[in-house]
Structures are given as structure tokens and as C-alpha cells.
């Protein structure tokens, strides 16, 4: 019986009606299954008496099909929903970080506290040295020099459409960037940190960011264009991504090898994560319009963000893909 109502279920509710009874199987305690969709013209006599017959068991195979049916849809439902994607984890909230302390260069009129000096000394590198090394929140550090800052520079990931980028990669030098001191700090008073760095002589300027939200929780970020889309060259002359932009973009998500998670992060949120990296700035609701809504996506493993670029090359609605999986 189980494995005759299995089949009725494949076909659906509407093959209720569909049990073809023939004339050898009256005796046989399970109805014979027919793909037929007809009974022929004497269908209804033949039906008719088969059921007054057998009530009890079509009644059975009926409830059958019905529960099969049922959970086939609910299934499909099922499947919808856990191809929609997640909210954004509550945390945790990263309360590390990173700085950068850029040192004075030689003519350098951009600073106003290198402005009427030269280069950065040997000895006032070692005080910059001695601060990092005894200050209780500096978790390590390096010195940056000006051709590694170069060369990190064109080891960033570029889009295809920031021709920007491209042009300053075509005539950047080791000369035009900062040695720097870089390093990663754990909790702490990172503002007397700052000040201590700052106060130094040869030193151009000072960063402290908060570890970024979504490393460690994704790792690929898919931004969509925001309400004023200015800040993304592909976003220029449009407005926000559509409810159908979005949805073209997550099924293409779904369409990337081994998707493990998918995030969907609104504008608040958004807002929420840059008041944290950027601590120190007054961020305000009034950049919420700057904010772009995205997806991030926790794969199997580590994205190859080039490949992944050019799936999303042209597609409308799409700011920016970044890796967010690094160091």
C-alpha cells in the first residue's frame, strides 16, 4: 500500500481520481494504479462501483495523497525560504583593531605637522618605536617602507570599473607614499594612544580603526548601489538597486560553488558597522542615503574575488564586490 500511495503522491492531488481498477484486480487488496488520466466511457460506472466497494481504502489512499501533496508543498516553501537570506549576526562586535601612524616625507605640504620640516629622521623613528613597544595596547607592529607600500598599494583589489584606481596604479612611485609604522591593538585607551603618537616629531598622521564587523561572520561582500550612488562609478545616473535587481543578484549568489550562508544587511545596519570601524568620526543618519545595502555570503572556502568580480561584471543594481575574508 505504502508504495502504491508514494506513487499516487509523485503525481499530485488531481491523480485522486485518476485509480484505474481493472477487471483482474477486484480481488487483490490493493488497488492497481493506472498513469491514465481517463477511464474510458464507462468510467463512471466502473469507478463508481469500485469505490462503493473499497471506501475504506480509498479513503485511505485519498488522505495519503493529500499528506504527500502537503508536504510537498511545504516543502517548496521550505526551500523558498531557506534560499532567503539572513539577518545580520548580533555579534560579536570586534572591540580590536588596527592603526597606522604615517611618517613625515620630504617636501610634504599636505601635513601641517611636516609642512616646514624635511623627512622623518632615524632617531625620531626609534621614538616612534619606543611608544608602540611600551604602550599596553599595542598588540605587535612593523615598519612600512615606501616600497612596501607600494607594493601592498597594487596588491589591493581593484574593480574592473574603477578606472580611477587604474590611472593612479599607472603612475603612482614608492616616492609619492609614507614609510609608516602599522600595527594591531587590543582594548584599551587607544585615544591617549593617538595622542602620544601625534605629539611625536616626524609623524604625519595617525589612523585607529575598529576590526571591521563582518570579518570572521562572511566572506564576500556584494554591495548594492545606495539612494545617492556618487561613491560607486557604476552606480552614477541611478538610483537604488530594485526589489528585482536584488533578487537577480541573490539568485546569482546561489549560483556561486559552495554557498554556505547568505546575509542581507539594510542601510541601518550598514551605518551601524561604519560607526563602529570609524569610532573616533561623528557619523550621522544623515549619511544613511551614502549607505549601501549588500549581501555577504560565507563560502566553503576562500573566494577567488576576480572570478567572482566578473560573474557580477554588469549587473545592474551591483556597487562594488569585495573580499572581506583577509587578515
Known sequence: MSRKTGDLGGLGVARVVSVHVSPD??????????EELSFGDDREPRLGGWLRAHRGLVGVVAVSVLLLAGV?????VLYQRSRQPLSPPDGPWPQTGTFSAFLCQGGDTASEACSD??????EEKQAVAA????????KDFHFETQEEALANFRALPVAEEDHAH???LDTIEAADLPESYRGAIGPGD???LKRRLEALPGVSRVYVFRDYF???KADLSIALCPQAGESYERCEGRGAASQTDKDDVLGRIYALPGVEAVYFEDRAHALKVWRHVWWERAVTNRDLPNMPEAYYVKLAAPPVIRDIR??????AGVAEVSDVSGP
Open 25 to 34: 484486480s477486484q480481488d487483490s487488496p490493493e488497488p492497481a494504479v493506472s
Open 72 to 76: 510537498s508543498v511545504g516543502g517548496w
Open 117 to 122: 620640516r624635511g623627512a622623518v629622521t632615524a
Open 131 to 138: 611608544v608602540l613597544n611600551t604602550s599596553p595596547v599595542v
Open 166 to 168: 587604474e590611472a593612479l
Open 190 to 192: 587607544w585615544r591617549a
Open 214 to 216: 563582518w570579518r570572521g
Open 310 to 315: 566578473k560573474s557580477f561584471a554588469g549587473v
